[in-house]
């Protein structure tokens, strides 16, 4: 069982950067692979980036391609999403998830998810 807290958002302006912090409790958080999500109101819950547990290999959206960085401590229980060059569109609540067992890109294959922090973006 790993429970995830998430801080960092905020209110920013385009072009601004934010970095979002994940920290993990419990048992074997180093075994799991960590993702960042995010959802807009009235959206569902997209993808944004992925770091594996293994050899820290990572996997972006395009929308978060040059401008996003996932990392990860696992001697701290914790990672992280770097954002800059934020942009409007940006704006969501931005989720922390752990362990997943499929597709990496698909909310519904993550097991374990912190409790969201907002992110705005004005324009």
């Known amino acids: 069982q790993v429970q995830l807290v998430e801080t960092g958002g905020g209110l920013v302006q385009t072009g601004g950067s934010l970095r979002l912090s994940c920290a993990a409790s419990g048992t074997r958080f180093s075994d799991y692979s960590v993702a960042w999500f995010r959802q807009a109101p009235g959206k569902e819950r997209e993808f944004v980036a992925m770091?594996?547990?293994?050899?820290?290999?990572?996997r972006y959206a395009e929308s978060a391609k040059g401008r996003f960085t996932i990392a990860r401590n696992n001697a701290e229980n914790t990672a992280s999403l770097q954002m800059s060059s934020l942009k409007p569109e940006d704006t969501a609540v931005y989720y922390c998830a752990a362990y997943s067992t499929g597709r990496y890109d698909r909310a519904s294959v993550w097991n374990y998810w912190g409790q969201g922090t907002q992110v705005t973006v004005s324009s």
């Open positions: 770091i594996n547990w293994n050899d820290f290999g990572t």
